[in-house]
């Protein structure tokens, strides 16, 4: 079978045709909405992932409410311009990388956050960083729990567009497991409201859900409806150290098998030396691995749960296992899981991975990366989400060498391979984007792929909507 794009995208306005009727999108919005200046319009090209393959917009434009960006659509679509969703830029797999001759739509601008305590629900606009929306909900005793390691500079309609987890998600789920409602300017801008304050409702298909991880192309998300959770319980932290990766990948194995804790990170030794080296913070740089897990059980269980890690930490080979009650100190070794990111980026040029499998499978996971890493000469630090298997494999090289950017991508693609081939995903949290699209394929498979491009052409017939990513 062979699958084709969605219909319409190559046959979107060129970059002067856009440029052409540009004045009657700045005509419609508020003076200052739509930026041309060639230095703005640089800074909006790439996200975090500074894909190569990013284009020059035509424009910029900051919409501050759903008619902003309804207006916006309408025009793209009356001139099949490309529009290319933006929130906080702090995407990891090209999601909102600019395309020459389209406009990139940041919705920096509309931030409002509104609490509902009785409903226990956060009403938030899409520019709201996930961070403020924690601090916002926590003033009533509350808590959003989708916890991303980028948490205090990503927004909330990033989240929602790659469906993001974070160091929380073993125990408490993923964005969309947060999502009640939203309200979508679909492609032809049309306002359509999905879902709402209400805990269970089924009537209808699950269109909610759709949206939710659709990296931005099926519709702009102006709104979002956040299920809130009572504030979580003080924590016992535990770290453990490894001679070896692989013993710490079987000690999560052993503390899944029965356990769900609040927290469940590896740092490979890599990882471990890079924080170290960008900030002292006191990690054993000898160790193969660390485990940096959290319990927030309540009353006497939650020192029971920190026994039974200790205990299938010891069974794996742990070298050694530190526990602290001190809020305070757990926080300094969390702080440092956070920090892994810029760390490993100030070694070099960075292609960041995402791929998954089942827990039991982490052991074999962690040891195809290792083999790829030699097999490609590069290095590949791993930090992780291990409670549900979720890796970041980062492979580090030289921006300014040939061989070495074309040995990273030889291993990006290799890595991706592997995580199919133990029946895994190539991307638990940061989305395909534009960086992933080529290996999407081999995961869905051909009858699943044409599903999905069924459901873009009929939302995005014209494929304006962040054309590129995805497929």
Not at 8 to 34: I, Q
Not at 326 to 336: K, T
Not at 404 to 414: L, P
Request: hydrophobic share 50%; glycine share 10%.
């Amino acid at each position: 079978m062979t699958l084709a794009p969605p219909t319409g995208t190559t046959s979107l306005a060129s970059a002067e045709e856009a440029r052409a009727v540009l004045p009657a999108l700045v005509g419609s919005l508020p003076p200052g909405t739509v930026l041309t200046d060639p230095d703005l319009l640089e800074s909006y090209r790439f996200d975090w992932s500074r894909d190569p393959g990013a284009g020059t917009p035509v424009a910029v434009v900051r919409p501050a409410d759903a008619a902003e960006v309804q207006a916006a659509v309408r025009w793209a679509a009356e001139h099949r311009v490309a529009v290319v969703p933006r929130g906080a830029g702090s995407g990891l797999s090209g999601g909102s990388s600019a395309v020459d001759g389209g406009i990139v739509l940041s919705l920096e601008r509309m931030r409002a956050v509104e609490v509902d305590v009785d409903c226990q629900v956060a009403v938030v606009e899409p520019g709201a960083l996930n961070a403020e929306v924690k601090a916002a909900v926590a003033q009533h005793g509350l808590w959003y729990p989708p916890d991303p390691s980028s948490f205090e500079i990503c927004s909330i309609g990033g989240n929602v567009a790659t469906n993001a987890g974070g160091l929380c998600c073993v125990k408490y789920g993923v964005t969309t497991d947060y999502v009640l409602g939203l309200d979508v300017v679909l492609a032809d801008g049309r306002l359509v409201t999905l879902g709402g304050k209400r805990i269970k409702d089924v009537a209808g298909l699950s269109l909610l859900k759709l949206f939710v991880g659709s990296e931005g192309t099926l519709g702009v998300v102006t709104r979002a409806l956040l299920r809130l959770v009572p504030a979580q319980q003080a924590c016992s932290t535990l770290v453990a150290s490894f001679p070896t990766v692989d013993a710490a990948a079987r000690a999560v194995v052993g503390i899944r098998r029965g356990l769900r804790p609040s927290m469940l990170e590896l740092m490979d030794q890599a990882s471990v030396n890079a924080v170290e080296d960008h900030r002292a913070m006191g990690l054993d740089r000898d160790a193969g691995a660390l485990l940096v897990a959290q319990s927030d059980a309540p009353g006497t269980s939650r020192a029971a749960e920190v026994v039974a890690m200790e205990e299938a930490c010891r069974a794996a080979g742990a070298l050694e296992v530190f526990v602290t009650d001190d809020p305070a100190e757990g926080s300094l070794f969390v702080e440092a899981r956070r920090a892994a990111f810029p760390a490993i980026g100030a070694r070099g040029a960075l292609m960041l991975e995402d791929v998954g499998v089942a827990v039991p499978r982490l052991p074999e996971l962690l040891a195809a990366i290792a083999r790829i890493a030699a097999e490609e000469g590069v290095e590949i630090p791993v930090v992780a989400h291990a409670g549900d298997g979720n890796t970041h494999p980062i492979i580090v090289f030289d921006e300014a060498d040939p061989d070495s950017r074309a040995r990273a991508a030889a291993a990006f693609e290799a890595v991706m391979a592997a995580a199919i081939a133990l029946d895994g995903t190539i991307t638990g949290e940061h989305g395909v984007g534009r960086t992933k699209k080529g290996a999407l394929p081999d995961q869905l498979g051909d009858d699943v792929m044409s599903l999905n491009l069924a459901v873009k052409a009929a939302l995005d017939p014209a494929g304006i909507l962040n054309p590129g990513a995805l497929w």
